[in-house]
């Protein structure tokens, strides 16, 4: 868990764990988890680390967490589905003042709307190493001006083979169900490899009101891509005429 979190904030928690106490604020103290003990869970889908043990006079899971994917701290209201960010704070001066920037997090201030959060960090541009080219044939085709509004139980939208590997993406809604999927999945089998079958794959749940693949759907096909080729490296470099 240490390694997944920035230096200048493991370097705050230390491996002990530390309470911090506070005057004029919403709460007196807070005691902050062991790096070694720092919980990991998932809120909308969004990857968080839970770094207090004890708030003193509130819930403790979610009120100072860590969210890589923004790149700031922030705090989960777990009851009421809400989130907050101190964005553009540094570290110091977080852990300076903290006693009166949890005050006013109580008071609603660094309160975010997640929806429109994640339109702005989800504004994607394919690299220019292999993995991105992937991505730019994707979007030249058809599936990218799609309206994914329609019952499927896994039509194949899109095949490319690298190799002995192949990159399926298929879409699922099924009747009765309002949930509309997407997956992407790298399968096959390499010589010299006794593996066979998924390579890697993931998972997009479509909002409510969205029809059109996001550029964070593109995103995480580059990062499917770029960690399978990670995995299989020794496989892929007899395929590199493939690509």
Same mark, same amino acid.
Do not use: H
């Given at each position: 868990m240490k390694s997944l979190l920035p230096k200048q904030l493991k370097e705050f928690i230390k491996e002990e764990n530390q309470? @911090? =106490?506070?005057?004029?604020?919403?709460?007196?103290? @807070?005691?902050?988890?062991k790096l070694s003990e720092i919980k990991k869970f998932?809120?909308?889908?969004i990857e968080v680390y839970d770094l207090l043990k004890e708030v003193e006079n509130y819930e403790s899971i979610g009120f100072l967490v860590w969210i890589p994917k923004f790149k700031s701290l922030g705090s989960i209201d777990i009851e009421h589905d809400n989130l907050s960010l101190f964005q553009g704070i540094s570290f110091s001066k977080f852990f300076k003042e903290m006693g009166s920037y949890l005050s006013k997090? @109580?008071?609603?201030?660094?309160? @975010?709307?997640?929806?429109?959060?994640?339109?702005?960090?989800?504004? =994607?541009?394919?690299?220019? !190493?292999?993995y991105g080219e992937l991505v730019k044939?994707?979007? !030249? !085709?058809?599936?990218?001006?799609?309206? +994914?509004?329609?019952?499927s139980e896994g039509q194949f939208l899109y095949e490319e083979s690298f190799g002995s590997a192949t990159l399926s993406i298929r879409y699922w809604q099924?009747?009765?169900?309002?949930t509309r999927r997407i997956y992407a999945a790298f399968g096959g089998y +390499?010589?010299?490899c006794d593996y066979k079958g998924s390579l890697g794959e993931f998972r997009y749940v479509f909002k409510k009101d969205e029809y059109e693949l996001p550029g964070l759907f593109y995103e995480k096909v580059e990062k499917l891509f770029r960690s399978v080729h %990670? %995995?299989?490296t020794e496989m892929f470099n007899t395929l590199q005429s493939h690509i």
């Open positions: 309470k @911090v =106490y506070f005057q004029d604020s919403c709460t007196d103290f @807070v005691e902050f988890y998932e809120w909308n889908g997090l @109580v008071d609603g201030l660094f309160e @975010v709307e997640l929806e429109d959060l994640l339109n702005s960090v989800t504004q =994607y541009s394919p690299s220019s !190493s292999i044939r994707i979007q !030249s !085709s058809s599936i990218a001006t799609m309206k +994914f509004d329609f019952i099924y009747k009765g169900d309002s +390499f010589p010299g %990670k %995995k299989y």
